[in-house]
């Protein structure tokens, strides 16, 4: 599986930006697929999760209200809206690509748990 990450850059402190990513697979199978965020010198850490074949989602609890995450099953495709952004936004962001028994509570923030990592893309406020 490989992912393609787009729709990073520069805006200004209130604006937003739209993260998308694709993944070249089966267009059937269904996965848990993520979005992370990696400050300079600290570990990539769990922004939102979305399961591919349904509409079950996961937030980190800071970020959501403002961030938005969106799957679609049949383009294997996850978007993630990103709204009122705040200097301490700027990051370098990755998509990330599980199988969808990842997408639970208790797991979708973990890192080890994704075996599928886009290139990053850079957000900068």
């Known amino acids: 599986v490989q992912l393609v990450e787009s729709g990073g850059g520069s805006v200004q402190p209130g604006g937003s930006l739209r993260l998308s990513c694709s993944a070249s697979a089966d267009s059937h199978k269904a996965f848990c697929m993520a979005w992370f965020r990696q400050f300079p010198g600290k570990q990539r850490e769990g922004v939102a999760a979305a399961y591919t074949g349904g509409r079950t989602t996961y937030y980190d609890d800071s970020l959501r209200g403002r961030f938005t995450i969106s799957a679609d099953y049949y383009k294997n495709t996850v978007t993630l809206q990103m709204n009122d952004l705040k200097p301490e936004d700027t990051a370098m962001y990755y998509c990330?690509?599980?199988?969808?028994?990842?997408?639970?509570?208790?797991?979708?923030?973990?890192?080890?748990?994704?075996?599928?990592w886009g290139q990053g893309t850079q957000v900068t406020v």
């Open positions: 990330a690509a599980a199988g969808s028994w990842i997408c639970v509570t208790s797991t979708w923030f973990l890192v080890e748990k994704y075996g599928y």
